[in-house]
């Protein structure tokens, strides 16, 4: 009898050998536009699973939500289940060198979540798959696409860390925007770090590549047409190297 995952609901039969994990589910529909016979998997709390083919990778792509907690859980799920690859798209604050309209690919990440230390203690290193960030690398080249690779930083704190809601919660934002630029991080996100480390300690191969859609310094947004545009070319790079990259 085929496994079930608990809070994604699907059963290992309908996951494929490799998975996206994105946020917003919304976005699981316009995904499943650049797959071949995408198949839909029952909702589930609100997590919602379609997978497709890429050439002759099967590939399921699941929505999480936001923050690391969330985003750990449908991880752990689709392991066990048996996928093995994962890359984490969505989106990302842009500090420099990246800019908005960047795509930004994540080396590694600092561990500014709570989630991941469920999985390892803080010593531990967030790092991306090496064969992962090459195929990544490798496609985004190919595009002539705007991109920056290095390190980001991963927060739980979205309004009281990463972006000011209102005139008064300003300096925690700065202060950690100051040693962000101090660390020589390129971007800033709720997931990444959570990612990395909980696939390493499974046994893993993730990464996380991310459009950048906020200025970090000026809280500018990317202009909601050339988002969309972006994002069509975030599903087709994120989607060749998943199907394209060199298994360990």
């Known amino acids: 009898m085929a496994r079930t995952a608990l809070y994604i609901g699907a059963r290992e039969d309908e996951v494929g050998e490799a998975a996206l994990l994105l946020g917003d589910r919304a976005r699981i529909d316009r995904i499943a536009e650049h797959l071949d016979a995408p198949q839909f998997v029952a909702e589930n709390r609100g997590l919602r699973t379609v997978?497709?083919?890429?050439?002759a990778k099967?590939?399921?792509?699941?929505?999480?939500?936001?923050?690391?907690?969330?985003?750990?859980i449908v991880l752990h799920e689709l392991f066990d289940l048996g996928v093995r690859r994962f890359l984490r798209i969505g989106t990302a604050m842009a500090a420099p060198p990246a800019g908005i309209g960047?795509?930004?690919?994540?080396?590694?990440?600092?561990?500014?979540?709570?989630?991941?230390?469920t999985?390892?203690?803080?010593?531990?290193?967030?790092?991306?798959?090496?064969?992962?960030v090459a195929a990544l690398r490798a496609q985004l080249q190919r595009r002539c696409a705007p991109w920056k690779a290095g390190l980001f930083g991963s927060y739980d704190g979205f309004y009281t860390q990463m972006f000011s809601l209102h005139a008064g919660q300003t300096q925690p934002v700065e202060a950690l925007r100051a040693e962000a630029h101090r660390l020589g991080l390129i971007a800033?996100?709720?997931?990444?770090a959570t990612l990395l480390v909980a696939g390493r300690i499974l046994g893993a191969e993730v990464a996380s590549l991310c459009l950048a859609t906020v200025d970090g310094l000026t809280q500018e947004k990317l202009d909601p047409a050339e988002c969309a545009t972006r994002e069509r070319e975030m599903f087709e790079i994120a989607l060749d190297a998943l199907a394209e990259a060199n298994p360990q």
Do not use: C, H, K, W
């Open 119 to 132: 999985y390892a203690p803080l010593g531990y290193p967030a790092i991306a798959d090496y064969n992962l």
């Open 58 to 72: 099967r590939i399921t792509a699941t929505a999480f939500g936001m923050g690391g907690p969330i985003a750990a």
């Open 51 to 55: 997978t497709g083919l890429r050439g």
């Open 188 to 192: 800033t996100d709720m997931e990444t």
């Open 102 to 117: 960047d795509f930004v690919v994540a080396e590694g990440a600092m561990r500014g979540d709570g989630a991941s230390l």
